[in-house]
Nanobody
Framework: QVRLVESGGGLVEAGGSLRLSCAAS????????MGWFRQAPGKEREFVAA????????VYADSVKGRFTISRDSGKNTMYLQMNSLKSEDTAVYYC????????????????????WGQGTQVTVSS
């Protein structure tokens, strides 16, 4: 059973930066396609970014493109989300997700394709 634990959330002023981490255990990290999603109050959970098993391919939501960077470190079994130029509309609970069975270079923006989820970490951006 894959277990995912997010960390790094917090309160930051608009224009600031945060780095989220997602530590994976219970599975072979390099076999997992990974992604970040977020959910704001009263809204549905939405895609933010995804990274392939190899780390060579990434994809971003248009709303974060150019500001957020997703990465992974197989030696540490950890995925990251570097968030720069944060805006008030980035305020949400951020969730780490993982999926098995993907090819080495594929990514997925679809929430339903992810089997494993973390508990979430709150990001609040004050304006």
């Amino acid at each position: 059973q894959v277990r995912l634990v997010e960390s790094g959330g917090g309160l930051v002023e608009a224009g600031g930066s945060l780095r989220l981490s997602c530590a994976a255990s219970g599975g072979t990290f390099i076999t997992l396609g990974m992604g970040w999603f977020r959910q704001a109050p009263g809204k549905e959970r939405e895609f933010v970014a995804a990274i392939s098993r190899s780390g060579s391919n990434t994809v971003y939501a248009d709303s974060v493109k150019g500001r957020f960077t997703i990465s992974r470190d197989s030696g540490k079994n950890t995925m990251y989300l570097q968030m720069n130029s944060l805006k008030s509309e980035d305020t949400a609970v951020y969730y780490c997700a993982a999926r098995k069975g993907s090819t080495v270079r594929s990514t997925s923006t679809r929430l339903v394709e992810y089997e494993y989820w973390g508990q979430g970490t709150q990001v609040t951006v004050s304006s």
